[in-house]
């Protein structure tokens, strides 16, 4: 078993929808990291949480620690959203775990 | 710099041929680390130093493949005798401290064995 793991793999939506992508891990952390890359392109930082919730824009992330598992919300999704979600963890001995990634696509 | 910056970008090899990747993390971010990414897969870990020591290498696939980061900055990944199966985009990152702070990637060297 992974030790992070997102669901869904793949996801499609209509422009304007409410987009949830999922992470769960099972190693305890220091941080939690959501990431995103475009196809072709490098990958960039969107949030890291050790607690609770942040807000960026059209992007929430949230973390339940006890719980072991973050989400990460897009509101009035956009063609230009389309792109791979990455949750990554920190976990204690400072090395940071991969999910493999959530493919999103937003169709205008 | 103002970021991870990698080189080569693009890297063609023949099989068998030994590569050198560098990476140049953003000035003073402690930690560094190398991730190999498959077509249509997430990054998987490779290795992580702390300033130059080498705290973790269970990521690299074989010993064909060896990195290092002597004076605590630049980093040079190497893959030796090259198969094709190493063809992949390979990652570095690096980040302030530990593993609580924001991370920063380069664009990747993007490695094709032919």
């Known amino acids: 078993k992974n030790e992070v793991e997102q669901s869904p793999q793949n996801l499609t939506a209509q422009e304007g929808e409410f987009i949830t992508i999922n992470c769960s891990y099972s190693?305890?952390?220091?941080?939690l990291h959501w990431l995103q890359q475009h196809p072709g392109g490098g990958i960039v930082s969107l949030f890291m949480l050790s607690s609770g919730k942040k807000k960026h824009g059209r992007l929430i992330a949230t973390i339940n620690i006890q719980e072991k598992h973050s989400s990460l919300h897009i509101t009035a999704s956009h063609p230009r959203d389309s792109a791979v979600y990455i949750c990554?963890?920190?976990?204690?001995?400072?090395?940071?775990?991969f999910g493999k990634g959530t493919r999103l696509h937003i169709l205008p | 710099g103002a970021g991870v910056s990698q080189s080569p970008r693009y890297k063609v090899a023949k099989r068998g041929q030994d590569v050198a990747l560098r990476c140049d993390p953003i000035?003073?971010?402690?930690?560094l680390f190398w991730y190999q990414q498959a077509l249509g897969q997430g990054p998987e870990f490779l290795t992580y130093f702390q300033n130059e020591a080498q705290l973790d290498k269970s990521g690299l696939p074989s010993d064909r493949f060896f990195a290092e980061r002597p004076e605590g900055s630049v980093s040079t990944l190497k893959i030796q005798r090259t198969q094709q199966e190493d063809s992949a985009v390979y990652l570095c990152?690096?980040?302030?401290?530990?593993?609580?702070?924001?991370?920063?990637f380069g664009e990747g060297s993007w490695l094709t064995v032919v």
């Open positions: 990554a963890v920190g976990n204690r001995d400072d090395k940071i775990i």
């Open positions: 000035s003073g971010h402690v930690s």
């Open positions: 990152a690096s980040s302030q401290g530990f593993s609580g702070n924001t991370i920063y």
């Open positions: 190693v305890g952390i220091s941080a």
